[in-house]
């Protein structure tokens, strides 16, 4: 009996020790965009551990979605399109200012743009006349 006690003690003392993992809750966008936040960050095309070095250089303030975090590196998706890999410790999520700045607001467009009237073929339209209307056929 006293070995259950001394075994239930030391459960509780161990899971009262345990640190909460979770982090705290921010509202999530439907893409959340991150920043280059040093001068210059090396862009690997096809892995952090190609031979031939880093493809090229982001400048600060880049524009970028993360798709992937894995071991210090995240696999990344420029505004352009261009997919690849950079350093976590190089990039931060973006300021609210440098995303409304670079990825611009669509423009609401009218209904008749979006859905311009059908050409019924054999049926002409003249701006400013009005269709006759035909009667019903007699029997």
Request: hydrophobic share 35%; glycine share 6%; charged share 15%.
């Amino acid at each position: 009996m006293k070995r259950a006690v001394l075994y239930l003690l030391i459960v509780a003392s161990i899971a009262g020790c345990a640190k909460s993992r979770t982090r705290p809750s921010a509202a999530a966008s439907t893409t959340d965009y991150y920043a280059v936040k040093s001068s210059a960050a090396p862009f690997f095309q096809y892995g952090p551990l190609q031979a031939n070095g880093p493809n090229r250089s982001l400048s600060r303030d880049t524009l970028l979605t993360i798709s992937k975090k894995s071991f210090g590196y995240a696999r990344v998706r420029l505004t352009s399109g261009e997919e690849g890999y950079v350093a976590m410790d190089d990039i931060h999520p973006a300021p609210a200012s440098l995303v409304a700045k670079t990825i611009p607001t669509p423009t609401p467009t009218p209904a008749a743009l979006r859905y311009p009237e059908p050409n019924l073929p054999g049926v002409e339209s003249t701006p400013g006349v009005e269709p006759t209307a035909i009667g019903a056929p007699s029997p």
